[in-house]
T-cell receptor, first 115, second 113 residues
């Protein structure tokens, strides 16, 4: 089946640091990639949708200057949490879709802890 | 916009018992419906999906779900639960070509020995 690799799986860093999370589709071309945030014991909240070669579309309430998304190729999207603070600590999950009726495939998530 | 409701936050069943997880959706057109499972600290794994056709959908790990348009429901079932099924289950509805997906709050399944 389709595989999406997300890296790193866990990161701990100091407040004020910028953190980059990578999402790769390993065996298919992902025309669209999605970034979700999940708080403990809660559902996934869509943060943004990115299409290869164009600007990401952010959901209401998500700061685009805080969460920078780059989708430079059909197999790679990155999420950079800039100047991270403790309230940014969360579980971030990416997914990739090949378009049409093909379902999204999810990465294993990144647990971000800001001290 | 589409939305999903999972009425049960937590369900406990005995191993070997049958399981039904409820999911209700709201969407004006024909929905694309999904069930995902998430183990602690992991991403989401697709169990099954409904796009069109037969309203009873078979998935992996012995799960099935039935789309009932009249009830706006897409309940997940399994005839005999295994201890390894303990996890968080999310129902999701997609609009258009499923690029706009919304998730329910999730149902946590505990399996008693």
């Amino acid at each position: 089946g389709a595989v999406v690799s997300q890296h790193p799986s866990w990161v701990i860093c100091k407040s004020g640091t910028s953190v980059k999370i990578e999402c790769r589709s390993l065996d298919f071309q992902a025309t669209t990639m999605f970034w979700y945030r999940q708080f403990p014991k809660q559902s996934l909240m869509l943060m943004a949708t990115s299409n290869e070669g164009s600007k990401a579309t952010y959901e209401q309430g998500v700061e685009k200057d805080k969460f920078l998304i780059n989708h430079a190729s059909l197999t790679l999207s990155t999420l950079t949490v800039t100047s991270a603070h403790p309230e940014d600590s969360s579980f971030y999950i990416c997914s990739a879709g090949a378009g049409g009726l093909k379902p999204q495939h999810f990465g294993d998530g990144t647990r971000l802890s800001i001290l | 916009a589409q939305s999903v409701t999972q009425p049960d936050i937590h369900i406990t069943v005995s191993e070997g018992a049958s399981l039904e997880l409820r999911c209700n959706y709201s969407y004006g057109a024909t929905p694309y419906l999904f069930w995902y499972v998430q183990s602690p600290g992991q991403g989401l794994q697709l169990l099954l999906k409904y796009f069109s056709g037969d309203t009873l959908v078979q998935g992996i790990k012995g799960f099935e779900a039935e789309f009932k348009r009249s009830q706006s429901s897409f309940n997940l079932r399994k005839p005999s639960v295994h201890w390894s099924d303990a996890a968080e289950y999310f129902c999701a509805v997609g609009a258009n070509n499923n690029n706009d997906m919304r998730f329910g709050a999730g149902t946590r399944l505990t399996v008693k020995p």
